[in-house]
């Protein structure tokens, strides 16, 4: 049976020649010009970069859009840059112990380290990190390593991650990357303690493993990701800010 749910028959596939012309529903166009515009004149806005917009005038051709397209990774295993983490630690307070469940090669342990925080790193395989405390299966574990969990999980199973660490018991703040795009769609956010959404900018590349494994240098991301940052204390709605890689934007 075909799986007609909106954010799978929403899904964006195209060749990498492709002008990727994907329609926007009326509605939508309606929603953002009466909700989010507000008065401004439509007519004088675009959504294309001045540079794209002088070369059409001129009739020059377009940038070449350079994307990465990989294969899959066994288990989900897509590696952040190292300043994903780093700047998250320097905005949060985790202090003194945070568990990477999803350790990977050490990437968010060694920034913790590095803030001064003491790291537990575990993973469902052992990918040769050198403080790795051991293989183990986040989603069957009965107790926290700490009370702090911060991690970069399958997205396919976020949301188990989540459930599963907020439900254990000690548990303090969870922390983990998220595609932005599916924010819209994650209802099952609704009943969570979620304090913050983390917006990297700009767009980090996340390439699977065994792309960093061959010592390959992924270009520019192709794709949104945030850090959800859940707190037991909290409620409220939760607020929305932007993670710079060069460090906070001056007010």
Request: aromatic share 8%; charged share 20%.
């Given at each position: 049976?075909?799986?007609?749910?909106?954010?799978?028959?929403?899904?964006?596939?195209?060749g990498k020649e492709s002008l990727d012309d994907f329609p926007t529903p009326?509605?939508?166009t309606r929603a953002l010009v009466e909700r989010v515009l507000g008065g401004?004149?439509?007519?004088?806005?675009?959504?294309?970069?001045?540079d794209w917009i002088d070369r059409m005038r001129l009739g020059k051709p377009l940038k070449k859009l350079e994307a990465h397209v990989w294969e899959r990774e066994a288990n989900?295993?897509?590696?952040?840059?190292?300043?994903?983490?780093r700047r998250l630690f320097e905005e949060e307070?985790?202090?003194?112990?945070?568990?990477?469940?999803?350790?990977?090669?050490g990437r968010i342990p060694e920034e913790a380290a590095k803030q001064g925080l003491k790291a537990h790193a575990t993973d469902i395989v052992d990918r040769g990190y050198s403080a790795f405390d051991g293989v183990q299966n986040f989603l069957t574990a009965e107790a926290t390593r700490a009370p702090v969990i911060v991690c970069n999980p399958p997205f396919a199973t976020a949301s188990h991650f989540a459930v599963k660490a907020l439900s254990l018991e000690g548990v303090e703040q969870v922390a983990m990357i998220f595609p932005?795009?599916?924010?819209?769609a994650a209802h099952w956010l609704?009943?969570?303690?979620?304090?913050?959404?983390?917006?990297?900018?700009?767009?980090?590349?996340?390439?699977?493993?065994?792309?960093?494994?061959?010592?390959?240098?992924?270009?520019?991301?192709?794709?949104?990701?945030c850090w959800l940052v859940w707190d037991r204390a909290y409620s409220g709605a939760p607020a929305m800010q932007w993670l710079h890689r060069a460090g906070r934007t001056p007010v």
């Open positions: 049976m075909q799986n007609t749910s909106h954010a799978v028959m929403a899904q964006r596939a195209e009326p509605w939508a401004h004149n439509v007519r004088e806005l675009t959504c294309l970069e001045p989900e295993h897509y590696v952040e840059p190292d300043w994903c983490s307070d985790f202090r003194p112990t945070i568990w990477d469940p999803c350790a990977g090669f932005t795009a599916r924010l819209n609704r009943d969570t303690p979620l304090a913050r959404v983390w917006l990297m900018t700009p767009r980090p590349s996340m390439p699977p493993g065994h792309v960093i494994a061959t010592g390959e240098k992924p270009g520019g991301g192709k794709m949104d990701f």
